[in-house]
């Protein structure tokens, strides 16, 4: 029996700290002992009891890393350090079947659907792990999964070098894709943000960056752009102003990929999208190839990677995290240590 400290949901705005007791494990499951936990903005939701589904008395967190405290029949033994794969498919709908599970009709998340890794130990399936190498710590490891969701962005989008990206939020999804579209070898990427924090970190990434509050931000990638506006435009923040917005930036028979969520019903400009031809992709978390493909560009940039995270907190500081993760005049990337 394995036995720590875990944090749990109570419903809106409300987290009691506990013990989770795990007694036995599936042969197909592993033990993990939880190192880091980054928080997403899916975390933000659930805590502000607007996500749709999740239930009471759970534990949140899904990008984490950690070390293997109990696993048998596999070719990972214990003490290994590793991320997982939190998305949980069933293999039996039509999506799973055609190699799209990571789009399964009845898709759920470690963290959302499962108890997740705001907590000493967590249970994942074995075959969701993947070993880290000794040279990337366990912190920078936590990032591996946001990251996988910008490998998804750039696949899907399939940018060329000298195509106009215009990236809609500069949190930490958006700067995920921003940098695999850079590491794709895309020359013109342009950020909107408002926030003067994430501005300047945006900065250090050596992105273009547009305020749209100080300037007309359709002029601006208009006049950059000789008048045809984005290729390839990526809306990451869920905001409605901002997806009405995403049309007017693109150009004729152009691409816009839908990055973020919005817990509300934002009105689109389809009338423009049928004028331009416009192309619309949603693009929902990542496939085996993005995760691995995330996995490499965390290690090959880790040392960049240090300006992404801006402030690490303790397990029992989880509610201040989460404020303070939620502030983005002051954070991008929060993550929680777990000891």
Known sequence: MYSGKAVYWEGKNKLKEGEIIISDLGEDQALIEVKYCGICGTDLAIYKGIHPRVKMHLILGHEFSGVIKYIKGSSLREGDKVVANPLISCGNCNPCKSGYSYICQNLKLIGIDRNGAFSKYVVVDKD????????????????IEPFAVGAHAERVACPKKRDIVVIL?????????????????????????????????????KFNVINPTKENLRDKIKKISGGKLADIVIEATGACGSVFTMVSLAKIRGLIILLGISHKHPVVDFMNV????????????????????????????????????SEIFKLDELKKALTYADDSTKSMKVVVEIT
């Not at 880290?132 to 912190?139: Q, R, W």
């Not at 999804?173 to 945006?202: H, P, Q, T, W």
């Not at 929902?284 to 880790?302: G, P």
Request: charged share 30%; glycine share 8%; proline share 2%.
């Open 128 to 143: 969701k792990l993947y070993k880290i190498p000794d040279g990337l710590n366990l912190k920078t490891a936590s990032l």
């Open 274 to 309: 049928v004028f331009k031809e416009l192309t619309i992709r949603g693009v929902r978390v990542y496939s085996d190839e993005d995760f691995s493909s995330a996995i490499d560009f965390v290690i090959n940039n880790k040392e960049k990677l240090k300006d992404y995270i």
């Open 169 to 205: 939020g500069g949190g930490p999804i958006g700067i995920a894709a921003g940098l695999f579209f850079k590491d794709s070898g895309v020359e013109n990427i342009y950020f909107s943000e408002i926030s003067n924090y994430r501005l300047e970190v945006l900065k250090k990434f």
